[in-house]
C-alpha cells in the first residue's frame, strides 16, 4: 500500500494526535473530492472555459488530485498525519487487497491508484491543449459518480470496523490494568492488616515484659499507625477504580 515518507521543512512542529474521528472525516472527504475532480474535468474541456477560468481550474483540479492522493496513502496507513506513526487496519487492508466488483480483474486498491493515475493524464492533457475524446471524459466522469463513489463508501465502513476493533481492544486493556491495580491494592491492603495483627501482638508482649518493653511500645504503635495509612490508602484505590468502572459502564 502506498505511504507518504514524513517530510519536514523549517522548524519542527508538534506531532497531531491521532483521532478516529479525523480519519473518518479524512475518508469521507474523498467522496467531495473525486466528485470535484470530475466537475472540473468537464469544465476543463468546456469550449467556453475563457484562458483566465482555465487557469484557475487548472490550479483548483491539481490541488484536488493531489489532496485525494495524500489523502488515500495516509487513509491506507491509518493515520491522519504524516507525522503520526502507521495504524494497522485489517479490515481495509482486506478490502484494498480484494478485487472490485466491477472490474473483478483489478484490486481495489488497483482502481484507487488507476483512477489518481489517468485523473492526472486527462488534467494534463486539457492543461497542455492536447485533443481530447468528450466521449471517453465522459465515460470516466461517469465512472467517478458510479464505481469510485462505491468503493470510497466501503473504504468507509472497513474503516469504521477497524476503528470499531480498536477501541473494544483498548477497553479490554483499560479492564486488565484496573483489575491488575485493584489486586495489587487489595494485596497491600492485605498485607497492612497483618502488619497490624502483628503489631497488636507485640505490643501484648510489650506490655508483658513491662519496663524493659516500654520502647518496643512505642515502635509498635508506629507500627499500626503506618498500616492504618496503608490499609486506608488502598481501600480509597479499589473505592475510585470500582467507581470509574461503573461509571463507564453506565455512560451512554
Known sequence: MPSIAAATTGAPSMTPAFSSTTLINLA?????????????LMLRASQSATPELAFETDRTLDAAITTFEASYALICDGRTDVSQPVTPLPHLKALLASNCRNHPQKTVHQRFSDFIATARRWAEDLHSGREINPLHLGFFV?????????????????????????EAGQA?????????????????????????????????????????????????????????????????????MQAGTVSRQTRP
Open 142 to 166: 461517469s465512472d467517478i459518480t458510479g464505481p469510485i463513489l462505491e468503493r470510497i463508501a466501503d473504504t468507509l465502513t472497513a474503516i469504521e470496523a477497524d476503528i470499531a476493533d480498536i
Open 28 to 40: 469521507g472527504r474523498q467522496r467531495m473530492l473525486s466528485q470535484r475532480i470530475g466537475l472540473l
Open 172 to 240: 479490554a486493556d483499560a479492564a486488565k490494568d484496573r483489575a491488575r491495580v485493584m489486586k495489587a491494592a487489595e494485596q497491600i491492603a492485605t498485607a497492612a492488616n497483618v502488619a497490624r495483627m502483628i503489631s497488636f501482638n507485640a505490643r501484648i508482649s510489650a506490655a508483658r515484659a513491662g519496663e524493659f518493653g516500654r520502647e518496643f511500645t512505642a515502635l509498635t504503635n508506629e507500627i499500626k499507625a503506618i498500616s492504618d495509612d496503608i490499609q486506608a490508602a488502598s481501600k480509597d484505590i479499589v473505592a475510585y
